[in-house]
């Protein structure tokens, strides 16, 4: 039974940081890359960051460059999203994901082979 589980959500006023958590089981954690992505009322879910299963290389989409920091513990089955001076444009339910091929790259929602429930983050002004 795969699992992934994200936690450290909630709701934070504009400047703010959050910094979310999935943690894994079912799988051999570190020969998977892991992605966050988010998707907010009426759009598609989009690409956040990746971090491969051996920490490198790492992506993150331009809308959080700069911003938000992916890291994982492969010794801890977790991954993290480190999010700093957030805006509104970032609320959204944000998703982990776990990717068997084992190296990360800007990916499709598709590209992805487990899933965790979703967590919401909400920014306001």
């Known amino acids: 039974q795969v699992q992934l589980g994200e936690s450290g959500g909630g709701s934070v006023q504009t400047g703010g940081s959050l910094r979310l958590s999935c943690a894994a089981s079912?799988?051999?954690?570190?020969?998977?890359?892991m992605g966050w992505f988010r998707q907010a009322p009426g759009k598609e879910r989009e690409f956040v960051a990746a971090?491969?299963?051996?920490?490198?290389?790492?992506f993150y989409s331009n809308d959080v460059k700069g911003r938000f920091t992916i890291s994982r513990d492969n010794t801890r089955n977790t991954v993290y999203l480190q999010m700093s001076s957030l805006r509104p444009e970032d609320t959204a339910v944000y998703y982990c994901?776990?990717?068997?091929?084992?190296?990360?790259?800007?990916?499709?929602?598709?590209?992805?082979?487990?899933w965790g429930q979703g967590i919401q983050v909400t920014v306001s002004s």
């Open positions: 994901a776990a990717d068997r091929g084992g190296s990360a790259a800007y990916a499709q929602p598709r590209n992805y082979d487990y």
């Open positions: 079912g799988i051999t954690f570190s020969s998977y890359a």
């Open positions: 971090i491969s299963g051996n920490g490198e290389p790492i």
